[in-house]
């Protein structure tokens, strides 16, 4: 039975620039410098839907994930998911990220996914996945800041 794992957070940026970093799908190392160390993108990629990125982390999870663009409703929503077996405790992974203007410079952002354990309990990715999304709209909303100011 798939578990799930989510967060939920007026995140203080447009929509726009949120739906702009999302979007840039072989950017991901940009929302997370310190947790990714690598990026690998094929030679076919054109940031479409059906790309896929390969993702290499450290610890405590080292090694591959390979994640692919499944689809996306222009500036409203996007899903992703990791394709094949990865270094990470779980299998199937399936999320989906939707963004609601709240205001000019606040977005109402529900980042879910859905995935089965396998090698961790269930509160741990959980724990995992939900301190990641939170990691993501820390870093987006810092980066966003540090673009006003330059």
């Known amino acids: 039975m798939p578990n799930e794992a989510k967060v939920q ?15 840039a799908f072989g950017e991901i190392k940009t929302l997370l410098p310190e947790n990714i ?4 993108l094929p030679d076919t990629f054109s940031d479409s839907i059906g790309d896929v990125r390969a993702v290499y982390l450290g610890d405590p999870y080292p090694g ?5 663009l499944d689809g996306y409703e222009e500036g409203l929503s996007l899903t992703y998911s990791i394709v094949d ?20 410079n606040e977005t109402d952002i529900t980042w879910c ?6 090698g961790a309990t269930e509160a741990e990715i959980v724990e995992l996945l939900e301190s990641l ?14 673009s006003l100011n330059s």
């Open 9 to 23: 957070r007026i995140v203080n940026v447009p929509k726009q620039y949120f739906w702009d970093r999302l979007r």
């Open 37 to 40: 160390l690598e990026v690998k």
């Open 64 to 68: 591959e994930v390979i994640e692919r």
């Open 85 to 104: 077996k990865s270094c990470l405790p779980m299998l199937n992974y399936v999320a989906c990220v939707n963004l609601r203007e709240i205001s000019s």
């Open 113 to 118: 996914s859905h995935f089965v354990a396998d």
């Open 133 to 146: 999304y939170s990691l993501i709209f820390d870093n987006i909303e810092e980066q966003y800041k540090k």
